[in-house]
T-cell receptor
Framework: GAGVSQSPSNKVTEKGKDVELRCDPI?????LYWYRQSLGQGLEFLIY????????KSGLPSDRFSAERTGGSVSTLTIQRTQQEDSAVYLC??????????FGPGTRLTVL | TQLLEQSPQFLSIQEGENLTVYCNSS?????LQWYRQEPGEGPVLLVT?????EVKKLKRLTFQFGDARKDSSLHITAAQPGDTGLYLC??????????FGKGTSLLVTP
């Protein structure tokens, strides 16, 4: 079946602009995660959605970052007023509760 | 945040050689996972180890979880060019969020 998909695959933006990154999880997976992978760094947890529960936003680095998950499926990660340090690969993963996470290919964000 | 230290950071070897990658932490984890990531793709799960002292084998790859569940190792026997990639370890405690190491970048040349 189809895996996790993310769009766009690449995004180049200017400092100060807002960006939206999209994640389509595997059908039927109720858990959805966002991670950030910066050059030379490991994957950094950003946010976790599970069903209709309140999301765990503890990993969001600043209030410029927000995420939504509509209808328990598609998720959008929004970064407002982008900064150069936001440049990274943003990875989305989905899973059934308690089972292993399947990762999408990521969105490479470059802030000029 | 529970830190996972991976070593070495980079490894370049020739086809047929053996290698070991280490993943260490001062924290105890409920489980530890190993992933491989290729350029332009997301990480792909190789194995999950749960029990202290556990050893799992996946063809030429051998994974071990330390007795105290704080560290793990990945040993590859007779490496092949297809093993090239970024190897990541990730510890889990909360039931969902994973704590990742920075990874070991492996290059196997023919």
């Amino acid at each position: 079946g189809a895996g996790v998909s993310q769009s766009p695959s690449n995004k180049v933006t200017e400092k100060g602009k807002d960006v939206e990154l999209r994640c389509d999880p595997i059908s039927g997976h109720t858990a959805l995660y966002w991670y950030r992978q910066s050059l030379g760094q490991g994957l950094e947890f950003l946010i976790y959605f599970q069903g209709n529960s309140a999301p765990d936003k503890s990993g969001l680095p600043s209030d410029r970052f927000s995420a939504e998950r509509t209808g328990g499926s598609v998720s959008t990660l929004t970064i407002q007023r982008t900064q150069q340090e936001d440049s990274a690969v943003y990875l989305c993963a989905s899973s059934e509760p308690g089972l292993h996470q399947y990762f999408g290919p990521g969105t490479r964000l470059t802030v000029l | 945040t529970q830190l996972l230290e991976q070593s070495p950071q980079f490894l370049s070897i020739q086809e047929g050689e053996n290698l070991t990658v280490y993943c260490n932490s001062s924290s105890v984890f409920s489980s530890l996972q190993w992933y491989r990531q290729e350029p332009g793709e997301g990480p792909v799960l190789l194995v999950t180890v749960v029990t202290g002292g556990e050893v799992k084998k996946l063809k030429r790859l051998t994974f071990q979880f330390g007795d105290a569940r704080k560290d793990s190792s990945l040993h590859i026997t007779a490496a092949q060019p297809g093993d090239t990639g970024l190897y990541l370890c990730a510890g889990e405690n909360s039931g969902y969020a994973l704590n990742f190491g920075k990874g070991t970048s492996l290059l196997v040349t023919p």
